[in-house]
């Protein structure tokens, strides 16, 4: 070390540490000034140097317009990726070009503001976002480059039509068929003293001896019965009197006695033929099933209605499941529904809605649905919880689809009745329905109106509006808004009503940023009010004519919702052949409501006849095929009209008749003059039945004079068309 050196420390070992520190700072601030000073005297001198056209690259979020960086990266805020926005200079030239900025909120709580401040929503500071003004494209328009699709990860999809699928699940559990279920009861008071099935769980079969009862009663009604006999065989001799009449009433009153304490006709025959009365008689078992309860001992008494056991034929079960309000309109009585259950995982079983609830459970905001199920191997248990799902093909209108019930006669209170025409059911005897007054659709899936759907993730729903952002056909990464007219949801898509047409693509992931885009230029979007839409067309010049305003936008659009080939065109010729036997049966109609049963049956046989000079010819394909099978079931119940021995059975043949001209008229038009269809409730012991007639005001066919006003119209069926061909829909 050198003396100076040396000199130096000496100076600073001296000094006091407050004044060291300092002269510390002071040096090392004016070091400061010199090393930042000629960085940014050398910046200037570059900046002199370069051209002054040449602007700094400045990336920005979309999401979040105020991060501002000079170099690529991700949000401080949301760590999205940030994209090159333009030159500062030119945005606020723009900005003056256009007039007076605008001002936005960066979680766009509201719609851009003309004055600076805080959000009236979150508080957060507005931002000066850019205006549409200087946009050459229309004001729901946007344009993104290549690299900007790819980083907000645009995909689009085809606009298509389709049957979409609802598919809808429940929960429940299995119990017992409450109408397969009966009662072993005591008809006559006595000592049960012996009971052949002591314990519940026992199968048994109808005829089999379940108890052994002793009742006095029994025995001396058997003397009353021995006694009558008796007396009739001593007055042979004098057969016709007025003794031996009464004494034969007497033994058919008694043995009508024994027929309702139980007792079958062999066990009354055992009696007469014993001629000896007994204290003792056996209650067979009067069907089959599983004892389910036991309800008394060996040896109690019991008197007359005394329960003894339960019994429960298992063969049939039912599942009762929860269907959530928002899934109805997709259930309809007859529908087949899959299940599963936890003893046998993997394997699936079916059976049929017999029934939907009238009344929701306010509570689980959901509906009772009874499915019956054929249960012949006894595998599935009263109390097993189930999981099932129902699958609904859906047409245009919500209706759903079953073709392989198309045309079908089903009985009303078990679906699994199945007929290809008019009859009864085989269980209850109650006259079948055609599914089409069930809710089904009457034609095949290929024949009806086809919807036009799109993904659930397309629309961007805000109360009562859905926008939807379309690319451009032509030019890629050009999406412009549109508010749609949507339809149910059924499953994964929605049936669009209006506002699109079909091969349109529509944005079905990032349309959210697309619309965050929309509203830091200010331009609408789905928080803008609404306002005129712009005009879809397709290759054939079909145009969305109307206001964007869902409340006036018009039921149905026949250019928009109907493909070419989705309806049965039937030729106007045939309509007018078809009138003919529509005038026979509203002749029908008319005559039954007026109590006249032999002009009933005379316009029925017309009617019949009329049938016979319809041109088939006229037909081909499908409708050809469809109108032989209506046909052949309107000649048949006509002919059961016609030949009715009384004017209720001909009440009764018309109201099949009715199930099929019904379907028939809505398919082939009501000629000149609408036709209305009413509704009676009460016909036919309070089952219902529909028809047809001209008058606005009921006139019942079904009980006449009696209750002629008795009805509600359901539906008015319009004219046949003018000329050309008819669209038929189910």
Known sequence: MSSASRKAWAIIAKTPLPALLIVVFVLGYSFKGAITEAPKNASNASMEGSSEDVAEEIWTCSMHPQIKMPTP???????????????????????????SPKYACSMFCVPPLSEPGECPICGMEMVEVEDSGSDDLPARTLTLSENARKLAQIQTVSIVREHATAEIRMVGKIDYDE??????TAWVPGRLDRLYVDYTGVP???????????????ATAQTELLEALRRVRSNRNSAGSILDERAEKWIEDIRDKFRLWGLTDDQIAEIETRGTPSDYMTIYAPMGGIVIHKNVLEGSYVKTGTRIYTIAD???????????????????????????????PGETFTGKVAFIAPVLDAKTRTV???????????????????????????????RVLDAALSGKWMCPMHPEIVK???????????????????GFVTVNAEDVEVPLVIPASAPLITGKRALVYVELPGEPGTYQGREIRLGQRVGSQYIVLDGLVEGERVVVNGNFKIDSAMQIKTKPSMMSLREEQPLPSSDDDMQYRGDANADEMPSSRQDLDQPKGSKLSIPLEFSQEFQPVLDAYLKTQDALSHDQHKAAQQAASKLAEALAGVDMSLLDGQAHAMWKTEAESMKKTAGDVSASDDIQSARAGFALLSESMIVAAKRYGGGERAVHQFHCPMAFGDRGADWLQRSEKTENPYFGSTMFRCGVKKETIGQSSAGGTRDARD
């Open 73 to 99: 990266g991700k949000c401080s805020i949301c760590g999205m990726d940030l994209v090159l926005a333009e030159d500062n200079a030119k945005q606020k030239e723009e900005v003056k070009e256009k007039g």
């Open 179 to 184: 109408t397969r279920m009966g009662y072993i």
């Open 204 to 218: 048994v079969q109808k005829g089999d001896h379940l108890v052994y009862l002793y009742s006095p009663e029994l």
């Open 314 to 344: 298992l063969a049939h079960v039912w599942v009762k499941l929860d269907a959530y309000e928002s899934d109805l309109a997709w259930l309809r009585y007859g529908q087949e529904v899959s299940f599963e259950t936890e003893a046998y």
């Open 368 to 398: 009772k649905v009874r499915v019956n199920v054929e249960n012949a191997d006894g595998r599935l248990k009263p109390e097993m919880f189930v999981r099932a799902i129902a699958h609904s093909q859906v047409a245009a209108g919500g």
């Open 420 to 438: 290809e025409e008019a009859a009864s059911c085989d269980r209850c005897g109650m006259p079948l329905v055609r599914t089409e007054s069930l």
